[in-house]
């Protein structure tokens, strides 16, 4: 038993000096690319200093160190047990009884224990620090007035409407959207006000509006009931609960936002008539996380303990490397189909880590048990 934990400390100090030197590698080659590009970005501005450059580049180290966690706990594993199974430590323990299950049990542990690290307190950091890169981005070397002004200009949503009904709801659309002195304003709107059935009560149509402090404000309105005719009114005020900041949030990208505020912003967003399906898919995946980390660590075990003499460690070794990126362009495609709406976000999220799990266990007792 004494051995079993001393060999356990020592697989675990290894696996993990070999993943935070894999993922700090990575994550540095990733950083020099993204600031070359941040350069090339700002040749043409010769007005932005480097100094800019290189605090936006700063900025994205966290959320890129996030983004390479999996794949840097695959390619550190896969290193730390070639190691290992080269220098015939892990041959030897196993022949001295000790199974595979006992002796990556620690390892196993380590990775779960840095996903959780990365999803509870890195994560927070990494939503501020991309947040406030993603300002000055903005700021320096994009062109337009916010996340609004790049978007397609055209504004759907629906909320809550209790000014005819307690559970009547409002459908806004806006032909065009544009954030005009610090606050929003639309152009062409039209707003169809339903009741707690559904049914239309009233049509208001405005050549543009404001969003203000009680809601939002439209000027040179005209409304129209059910078997009536359009009628000028002057100024309407339809009541939000929504503010400039929240419209902006919601266009903006998940990743800015910490997985500890997500949920309430979900529940915001759902309840302004805002899609929100980004953001708990982003959510999902970060829950995910640990369990997605803890995987790598067995997928690395999987094709990495093969013993030498028995020949194709190369091959064994490149395999799992592929597997890593299969299963990684696997979570994209999911990702993307819980975009669309064909997955349910809580499967695009998770299904990935499952599959690797699966695939992890299966090579694990393969080599265990032959």
């Known amino acids: 038993m004494i051995v079993a934990v001393t060999l356990s400390r020592y697989i675990a100090r290894q696996f993990m000096l070999s993943i935070m030197a894999t993922i700090a590698s990575l994550t540095g080659i990733v950083c020099l690319f993204d600031f070359i590009d941040l350069l090339r970005r700002v040749a043409t501005r010769p007005d932005v200093s480097t100094n800019i450059v290189t605090e936006i580049a700063g900025l ?20 730390c047990f070639w190691r290992l199974t080269r220098s015939s430590e892990l041959i030897v323990a196993r022949a001295s ?107 208001i149509e405005a050549p543009d509006g404001y969003l203000k402090n009680a809601g939002w404000e439209l000027r040179y309105a005209s409304e129209v009931r059910p078997n009536s005719v359009l009628h000028p009114v002057g100024t309407v005020t339809l009541p939000t609960t929504l503010t400039l900041e929240r419209v902006q949030e919601s266009f903006a ?3 800015a936002l910490s997985v500890w505020t997500l949920p309430g912003f979900i529940t915001q967003l759902e309840h302004s008539g ?5 953001h708990r898919i982003h959510f999902q995946s970060l829950l995910a ?11 690395s075990a999987g094709f990495s303990m093969r013993p030498s003499r028995r020949g194709g460690v190369a091959k064994m070794v490149g395999s799992g490397v592929l597997a890593g990126f299969l299963l990684f362009t696997i979570s994209k495609v999911a990702e993307q189909l819980g975009k669309s709406g064909a997955l349910p976000p809580v499967l695009a999220a998770w299904a990935p880590t499952l599959a690797g799990l699966c695939l992890a266990i299966a090579l694990l007792l393969h080599l265990e048990d032959g």
């Open 60 to 79: 994205h180290i966290p959320y890129f160190m996030i983004e390479i966690l999996p794949f840097g706990i695959l390619l550190g594993g896969i290193i």
């Open 274 to 278: 805002f899609s929100s399906i980004r």
């Open 289 to 299: 996380l640990p369990m997605l980390a803890g995987t790598m660590a067995l997928v």
């Open 97 to 203: 009884g000790i199974s595979a299950w006992q002796f990556l049990a620690a390892p196993l542990a380590c990775a779960i224990l840095i996903g959780t690290v990365a999803t509870s307190m890195v994560s927070p950091l990494s939503s501020a620090m991309y947040r406030r890169a993603e300002e000055l981005d903005q700021q320096y070397l994009r062109s337009g007035g916010g996340p609004l002004s790049l978007s397609s200009g055209s504004l759907w949503l629906r909320q809550a409407d209790t000014q005819y009904d307690p559970h009547g709801e409002a459908i806004l659309h806006a032909g065009g959207v544009q954030v005009k002195e610090g606050e929003l304003h639309i152009r062409n709107v039209s707003i169809f006000r339903l009741d707690h059935d559904d049914k239309l009560m009233m049509r």
């Open 253 to 255: 990208s998940p990743d």
